[in-house]
């Protein structure tokens, strides 16, 4: 059975930074699409970063370019977010996917593999 365990959410203030880790168990891990999801009350869940897990490839959206940045390490799929915003403030999500990313990283429906999130807030 497929696991993915979110950890490293909290609360931060404006600027901070977080780490956010994917953990994952029962599937071979490489060779893999691996997202990172975020949705705020009321807002869609949003593509926010994503790795392939067979090679270099990441993925970034325009609203967390420049600030967030996603690794890998030892079947782990790390999100490291600095100068946090306000506007970041939701529940992060790892999901995966076999296969490559490509353009389609960010759409939430190709992830058939959902951890249960962890909470970042950040506040003024």
């Known amino acids: 059975q497929v696991q993915l365990v979110e950890s490293g959410g909290g609360s931060v203030q404006v600027g901070g930074s977080l780490r956010l880790s994917c953990a994952a168990s029962?599937?071979?891990?490489?060779?893999?699409?691996v997202g990172w999801f975020r949705q705020a009350p009321g807002k869609e869940r949003e593509g926010v970063a994503g790795?392939?897990?067979?090679?270099?490839s990441t993925y970034y959206a325009d609203s967390v370019k420049g600030r967030f940045s996603i690794s890998q390490d030892n079947a782990k799929v790390y999100l490291q977010m600095d100068s946090l915003k306000p506007e970041d403030t939701a529940m992060y999500y790892c999901?995966?996917?076999?296969?490559?990313?490509?353009?389609?990283?960010?759409?939430?429906?190709?992830?058939?593999?959902w951890g249960q999130g962890t909470q970042v807030t950040v506040s003024s």
């Open positions: 790795i392939y897990t067979g090679g270099d």
């Open positions: 029962g599937y071979t891990y490489s060779h893999n699409c």
């Open positions: 999901a995966a996917d076999g296969g490559v990313c490509g353009g389609s990283w960010y759409l939430a429906w190709r992830y058939s593999n």
